[in-house]
């Protein structure tokens, strides 16, 4: 009956994960990049995922 913080963890960095790839796949970047992007977040999943938010492609919607 213990918390499980790994378990917890793991799962937070898999929506995240998701949430940046899907992201990716939306914006409007060449598909080198997106390529480029999503295996860095594929193989690196945590780092990966916090270089893709502070200098991953930006939304493809127009503000």
Not at 9 to 25: H, K, N, R
Not at 30 to 39: E, M, N
């Given at each position: 009956?213990?918390?499980?913080?790994?378990?917890?963890?793991?799962?937070?960095?898999?929506?995240?994960?998701?949430?940046?790839?899907?992201?990716?796949?939306?914006?409007?970047?060449?598909?080198?990049?997106?390529?480029?992007?999503?295996?860095?977040?594929?193989?690196?999943?945590?780092?990966?995922?916090?270089?893709?938010?502070?200098?991953?492609?930006k939304s493809g919607k127009a503000a």
């Open positions: 009956m213990g918390f499980e913080v790994g378990g917890i963890f793991g799962l937070i960095i898999l929506v995240a994960d998701i949430w940046a790839i899907v992201s990716t796949f939306q914006s409007r970047v060449t598909t080198g990049k997106k390529v480029f992007w999503i295996v860095l977040v594929l193989i690196l999943p945590v780092i990966g995922f916090f270089v893709w938010l502070l200098a991953g492609p």
